[in-house]
């Protein structure tokens, strides 16, 4: 099970964390990612990671403002996310992978293995 934290309401320019932890099995040898799903649109890849941590992708609407990292002693993911905008909206969604995260940022939401529920975040102008 997958539960993702940390949303709330922030204002254009500011920072939020959220974190995914994993409980009932261990995901430290799966890839993990982000999506995120705004209102009346379709879910979609915000950024993955490796099992190690190594390796990190992002798609080009949030590259240089989120990271992505992970803890696996605490079975957890997190998504720092700098410099919000407006359409930074979203519901975020954690998920873990059985393909590496290269594949899972090409697959989309048709690569996810186990999804999480949603944390709100909200960024007003």
């Known amino acids: 099970q997958l539960q993702a934290s940390g949303g709330g309401l922030v204002q254009a320019g500011g920072s939020l964390r959220l974190s995914c932890e994993a409980s009932g099995r261990t995901f430290s040898r799966l890839a993990m990612s982000w999506f995120r799903q705004a209102p009346g649109k379709e879910r979609v890849f915000v950024a993955a990671?490796?099992?190690?941590?190594?390796?990190?992708y992002y798609s080009d609407s949030v590259g240089g403002r989120f990271t992505i990292s992970r803890d696996n002693a605490k079975n957890t993911v997190y998504l720092q996310m700098n410099s919000l905008k407006p359409e930074d909206t979203a519901v975020y969604f954690c998920?873990?992978?059985?393909?590496?995260?290269?594949?899972?940022?090409?697959?989309?939401?048709?690569?996810?293995?186990?999804w999480g529920k949603g944390t709100q975040v909200t960024v007003s102008s």
């Open positions: 998920a873990a992978h059985a393909v590496p995260p290269e594949a899972a940022q090409a697959m989309g939401i048709m690569g996810v293995e186990y």
């Open positions: 990671i490796n099992w190690s941590g190594g390796s990190t």
